[in-house]
C-alpha cells in the first residue's frame, strides 16, 4: 500500500467550476500535511499547508482529518491558471522527510 | 521565499559517463539538503538525505555507490551519478532546508537527466 494514496484523475473542469481532490495517507504517525502544486516540467511549490481546523487561503480551502488519515483540498472559481498538477505530502520521522502522493491532475478548460 | 538553484538545467550524456548536479541554496545556510527523483507520471522519490558535513543518508533502493552525494558546505551539496545508464533518465530536484527557516523545504527548478 501507498504511504500517500491519491486519484490521479485527469479532471477536466470548465472555468468558475468548485473542484475537489481527496489524499488519504496510511501512517497515523504522519506529523505534518501539504498540498504542493507541480506545473509540467517544473519543481513542486507549496500550495499550502493542511491543518486539523481546516484553513482556507483565497479560493482554496484544506481539511484534515486525522482519524480517517484523510486530507482534501477544495478549489472554487477555478482559474485557467490553476492547471497543474496537485500533490498531497505528508512528512514522517526525526528528519521530517516529505512524503510524495502520486499528483492529482487538473485541467481547467476556458 | 528562499531561492535553491539547480545547475545544469538539462543534460544529455552517452551511456557511461558521469554527470554531477549542483544545488545551490542562495539566500540561506541549508543545514540538510534532499535528493529526490521524479520519473514520467509519477511522484518524486526521495533518494537521500544529505547534512552538511555528514555522510548522506540513502533510502531503500537507492545505491550510495551510483549516487554519489557530497554536502561540503551549507549553500552546496551535489549529485554524480556515476556510470549512467538509459534507465537513470529522469528528472532529478533537490530541495534544501533550514538556515532558521523551520521545516519548510524549498526546491530547486530541477535536472533534467537523459542518458542515450
Known amino acids: 500500500r501507498k504511504e500517500v494514496e491519491q486519484d490521479p484523475g485527469p479532471f477536466n473542469v470548465p472555468e468558475g467550476a468548485t473542484v475537489a481532490f481527496n489524499c488519504t495517507y496510511s501512517?497515523?504517525?504522519?506529523?505534518?500535511f501539504f498540498w504542493y502544486r507541480q506545473d509540467c516540467r517544473k519543481e513542486p511549490k507549496l500550495l499550502m499547508s493542511?491543518?486539523?481546523s481546516g484553513n482556507e487561503d483565497g479560493r482554496f480551502t484544506a481539511q484534515l482529518n486525522r482519524a480517517s488519515q484523510y486530507i482534501s483540498l477544495l478549489i472554487r472559481d477555478s482559474k485557467l491558471s490553476d492547471s497543474a498538477t496537485y500533490l498531497c505530502?505528508?512528512?514522517?520521522?526525526?528528519?521530517?522527510?516529505?512524503?510524495f502522493g502520486s499528483g492529482t491532475q487538473l485541467t481547467v478548460l476556458p | 521565499g528562499a531561492v535553491v538553484s539547480q545547475h545544469p538545467s538539462r543534460v544529455i550524456c552517452k551511456s557511461g559517463t558521469s554527470v554531477k548536479i549542483e544545488c545551490r541554496s542562495l539566500d540561506f545556510q541549508a543545514t540538510t539538503m534532499f535528493w529526490y527523483r521524479q520519473f514520467p507520471k509519477q511522484s518524486l522519490m526521495l533518494m537521500a538525505t544529505?547534512?552538511?558535513?555528514?555522510?548522506?543518508?540513502?533510502e531503500q533502493g537507492v545505491e550510495k555507490d551510483k549516487f554519489l552525494i557530497n554536502h561540503a558546505s551549507l549553500t552546496l551539496s551535489t549529485l554524480t551519478v556515476t556510470s549512467a545508464h538509459p534507465e537513470d533518465s529522469s528528472f532529478y530536484i533537490c530541495?534544501?532546508?533550514?538556515?532558521?527557516?523551520?521545516?519548510?523545504?524549498?526546491f530547486g527548478p530541477g535536472t533534467r537527466l537523459t542518458v542515450l
Open positions: 544529505s547534512n552538511e558535513g555528514s555522510k548522506a543518508t540513502y
Open positions: 493542511v491543518y486539523s
Open positions: 501512517n497515523s504517525a504522519s506529523q505534518s
Open positions: 505530502v505528508v512528512t514522517l520521522g526525526s528528519a521530517r522527510q516529505l512524503t
Open positions: 530541495s534544501a532546508r533550514g538556515g532558521g527557516r523551520g521545516d519548510t523545504q524549498y
